[in-house]
């Protein structure tokens, strides 16, 4: 028995594991690779793209933070809404995984040549 990063390895499942760490790697690369030739051509369209990708995550952060902290102040309450919130967030989440996925299955099974 082998061990991965966080769970124990047995058999085959040691070599699939490393053929999903070379894509990983590979993929890192790749993109590493395109960040650099866009600063060669654009060094100004690298910082906006980064800065409002930058941008987004932090004003992402700092509201689910903020509201989160909002709806804590409430006691008695504020535990069972932030639960409740969280719910609705990952069934929405859901619904939208499982909308997309018949979107790309109507379209690859239905709008396809072979069929």
């Keep these: 028995?082998?061990?991965?990063?966080?769970?124990p390895v047995y058999g085959n499942e040691r070599h699939e594991l490393v053929y999903i760490w070379q894509l990983l790697w590979?993929?890192?690369?790749?993109?590493?690779?395109?960040?650099?030739?866009?600063?060669?051509?654009?060094?100004?369209?690298?910082?906006?793209?980064?800065?409002f990708i930058g941008g987004y995550v932090w004003l992402t952060y700092f509201a689910f933070l903020k509201m989160f902290r909002f709806l804590q102040a409430f006691p008695g309450l504020?535990?069972?809404?932030?639960?409740?919130?969280?719910?609705?967030?990952?069934?929405?989440?859901?619904?939208?995984?499982?909308?997309?996925?018949?979107?790309?299955?109507?379209?690859?099974?239905f709008k396809s040549k072979e069929v």
């Design 78 to 109: 504020g535990e069972a809404v932030i639960e409740r919130v969280m719910y609705i967030l990952f069934a929405f989440l859901g619904f939208l995984l499982f909308v997309s996925n018949a979107i790309v299955a109507y379209t690859s099974l």
């Design 1 to 7: 028995m082998a061990w991965s990063i966080f769970v």
């Design 26 to 51: 590979v993929s890192l690369a790749t993109s590493w690779r395109r960040l650099l030739a866009a600063s060669r051509r654009s060094l100004f369209l690298v910082f906006v793209v980064v800065g």
